[in-house]
């Protein structure tokens, strides 16, 4: 193609379409710019640019333009076109589009789709279910015990997304979108997903179908008003790159998301070209997929845009997409920051004005640019707003800081009655850099005493020192420790490590005033985990984090975690004590650990070649919910109002608080003496994910666990959650440990010896299962008679 011979129609009239149709002009393949139907910041004031009458839907008309003036690449701005297939209609004439497929683009236009997509394609995400019956969405509302998002499958202009906070509100929202139709065709069927938590990320990629690139990750502010309060918009501000996007989270993104995105839709007979956007929550499980849009998003385009460098055409990049080209280009950005505020009409996104008139200052850099959105030129030539998101500021500096700065300076410039805009865009981002800017001063000045941290560090040192054993030499407060191997009787030992935190049940003890059984449980949940590997627990290390330290509430807890190394057999030799205000209110603290242990060559378990179909799975009673699953819990216990200092419903001896703080049982003891007689084959430790996902992790791929779920007693306390909560047996399955701590597998002849060894050791033994064939497509643990259950 010839320098200046590329024309392009470019179809939209939003903030994304004025900034791609100025970033383009500035390309000199670019003979002419034509925007159906455009906007006021496209109508004049840009190089080779021109506003066409023609409506986005009209295929036909935009089809029959494009021909007449030889136009060979077209754009499509805005989701709607695209779902309706536009693609396709200039497919048929010859006419490349960067653009998807109407069958790519459903990824956007039907939600119940892209989530059926994402689980075929192992992409994560929030758990979910899609619905046409409103009856059967209501019941699984009402049986998750997670909060939800309510949304329309189908496009509503970026509002049927429905947040409620209570089980009544999303009975609310699903009536509103399948029987009210508040978004008409759009809620025929809905998705009901968990409510991921954490910070949103919008990351642009460029595809063609093959080779995917993506842009610097911005972040979006969707609520009206400061603070992130007030209702949903289509966006109130960007910016980018998001300081929270670190190159090993964008790196994982890449890996785990968006390649395997373009992979699976080129495998699923739809290849992607054109601009994906994928909505990820950075949550505490890693990132996870909200949403895909197939375009640009608006106003998420104004601001990375505004970073690519001078050298990078995107017309270069458009034509290399659509040719399939995409790795012959190369894409720069520059190392500065981009924002952007838009400016709304009085009362978006409830009812505004429309015709009210804009003006202008001079803007004399060429580090800040106004994008008009909802704009329009009226019949006397004047500049007038004609939709709710009505005009934008951008800005481009070093620093975020200056980049908001100058953002705002140009929202000065822009003068329109009644006119609303957020004060706060980047916030989060600024606040982490101011957070980091008071540590200029002193500690002190900080919140961090570091006099204090001392004293906490003499008065745990008697609690430490108890825990001394035969190899391990550790000064509490020092750098380290060490452990002599050869001194605690080891030959040709195997180092094996494990680490882990506590969980939400830390709330639980930060409310009560009960501070020691969680620091058990912080051992207890690492030491089973060597003692299934066969190893035995040698050493643990400690962290725990604060907002200020207290030194009753610390001491309390690591006298927990000393306890929980006693009945372990674990030396305590150091761990990390941190303040760091701003990160956690005040009261607040969490904390992780990590055990370290050791095992003979050739003893670790679990022994996979030996296990086979017909061993017996024996299991270890636990002590109570030890400390997985307290998210669902709390909430259920939230959920009939009850004070953790009330009589406990399934324990009249107890508080409710006291009870569920009892700690999680440490099996070490019990259990190293009969895996040194060489009487178990394999250990599955019940944590998260429950009997029917933790007891296949010791088993090779062919064989499966089938347990019977009458074969022991179900402990009060989960009875009670089961039924409180309505808690769909499945899911408890996976949820809680309904009694059982620990599952053992064992030869059938040596059932009666283990049961004996282990109850001498204070074990509850009950013979709940078998080892069976796998079979291919099923769950790899079968449960029966749960009814049993509760």
């Not at 700690?663 to 178990?680: F, H, M, N």
């Not at 009458?710 to 047996?729: C, D, E, M, Q, Y």
């Amino acid at each position: 193609m010839s320098s200046s011979s590329l024309r392009i129609l470019l179809v939209g009239n939003g903030g994304r379409e004025h900034a791609l149709a100025w970033k383009l002009s500035q390309s000199p393949l670019i003979d002419q710019i034509y925007v159906a139907p455009g906007n006021g910041g496209t109508a004049k004031g840009l190089k080779n640019v021109q506003n066409v009458p023609i409506d986005g839907g009209d295929f036909s008309s935009l089809v029959k333009f494009a021909v007449e003036k030889e136009v060979n690449l077209v754009v499509p701005g805005p989701e709607q076109p695209l779902v309706d297939g536009i693609e396709k209609h200039f497919r048929k004439v010859g006419i490349p589009c960067f653009g998807p497929s109407e069958a790519a683009a459903r990824m956007e236009g039907s939600k119940t789709f892209s989530k059926d997509f994402m689980k075929k394609h192992n992409i994560p995400t929030a758990e979910f279910e899609n619905f046409t019956s409103f009856e059967k969405a209501k019941a699984y509302v009402a049986s998750v015990g997670h909060d939800v998002v309510i949304k329309a499958s189908g496009l509503a202009a970026g509002k049927g997304v429905l947040l409620p906070t209570t089980k009544e509100e999303a009975y609310e929202a699903l009536k509103e979108i399948m029987e009210d139709r508040a978004f008409g065709d759009a809620g025929n069927e809905v998705v009901v997903e968990e409510l991921l938590e954490g910070d949103e990320l919008s990351i642009l990629a460029f595809s063609d179908g093959y080779t995917v690139v993506d842009l610097p990750p911005a972040q979006d502010h969707k609520r009206a008003l400061d603070g992130d309060q007030g209702p949903n918009t289509g966006g109130m501000g960007t910016y980018a790159p998001a300081p929270i996007a670190t190159p090993a989270v964008i790196e994982e993104i890449r890996n785990t998301i968006i390649k395997p995105t373009i992979a699976g839709m080129r495998k699923d007979g739809f290849p992607f070209v054109g601009l994906l956007f994928t909505g990820i929550m950075l949550t505490a499980k890693g990132p996870k997929v909200l949403e895909y849009n197939v375009r640009f998003g608006d106003p998420e385009t104004q601001s990375v845009l505004l970073l690519l460098s001078k050298d990078t055409d995107l017309a270069e990049v458009f034509l290399a997409s659509v040719e399939h080209r995409l790795d012959a280009i190369t894409l720069k950005t520059t190392s500065q920051f981009a924002a952007t505020v838009v400016v709304s009409a009085g009362g978006y996104p409830g009812k505004y004005n429309k015709g009210d008139k804009i003006e202008i200052d001079p803007i004399e850099t060429d580090d800040t640019v106004i994008f008009h959105a909802g704009t329009a030129i009226n019949a006397a030539g004047d500049l007038v707003s004609s939709g709710g998101r009505v005009i934008a500021a951008s800005a481009v500096a070093d620093t975020l800081e200056e980049a908001v700065k100058k953002a705002y300076v140009g929202v000065d410039k822009i003068h329109l009655k009644d006119k609303h805009y957020r004060r706060d865009i980047a916030y989060r981002a600024l606040g982490e850099a101011s957070k980091k800017q008071a540590i200029e001063f002193t500690y002190a000045d900080a919140g961090v005493s570091i006099d204090n941290g001392n004293s906490f560090v003499e008065r745990i040192k008697p609690r430490v020192k108890a825990t001394a054993r035969v190899g391990a030499d550790a000064e509490l407060g020092g750098f380290g420790g060490l452990f002599d191997l050869k001194a605690a009787g080891y030959r040709d030992a195997l180092i094996v490590a494990a680490t882990d935190g506590i969980g939400t049940k830390v709330k639980i003890a930060q409310q009560t005033g009960i501070n020691d059984t969680v620091g058990i449980d912080l051992v207890a949940m690492n030491v089973n985990d060597l003692v299934v590997q066969g190893a035995e627990p040698l050493m643990f290390l400690d962290y725990y984090a604060c907002s200020k330290l207290d030194l009753d509430v610390a001491a309390d807890f690591v006298t927990g975690v000393a306890e929980g190394c006693l009945r372990s057999g674990s030396a305590l030799i150091g761990g990390e004590t941190a303040e760091m205000p701003g990160i956690y209110h005040d009261g607040e603290y969490d904390a992780g650990g990590t055990a370290i242990g050791a095992v003979e060559r050739g003893q670790t378990l679990p022994k996979l070649d030996a296990l086979a179909e017909g061993d017996v799975l024996l299991g270890l009673a636990s002590d109570g919910v030890h400390s997985n699953g307290f998210s669902l819990v709390r909430k259920i216990v939230s959920h009939v109002g009850l004070s953790y200092d009330d009589t406990a419903p399934w324990d009249g001896t107890t508080t409710v608080g006291k009870s569920l703080l009892t700690p999680t049982r440490i099996y070490v003891k019990s259990l190293l003496p009969v895996i040194k007689q060489d009487l178990i084959l394999g250990l599955a430790h019940i944590t998260g994910g429950g009997l029917v996902e933790n007891t296949p992790r010791m088993l090779p791929d062919h064989l499966g666990a089938k347990i019977d779920a009458s074969a022991w007693p179900v402990l009060p306390v989960f009875k009670w959650l089961g039924k409180t909560g309505n808690i769909p047996k499945h899911e408890v399955l996976k949820t809680l440990n309904l009694g059982i701590g620990m599952v053992v597998a064992v030869r059938p002849e040596n059932v009666a010896k283990v049961t004996q060894l282990l109850t001498d050791n204070g074990e509850a033994v009950y013979r709940i299962g078998e080892l069976v064939n796998a079979v291919a497509g099923e769950p790899r643990t079968k449960v029966i008679n749960e009814d049993s259950l509760y």
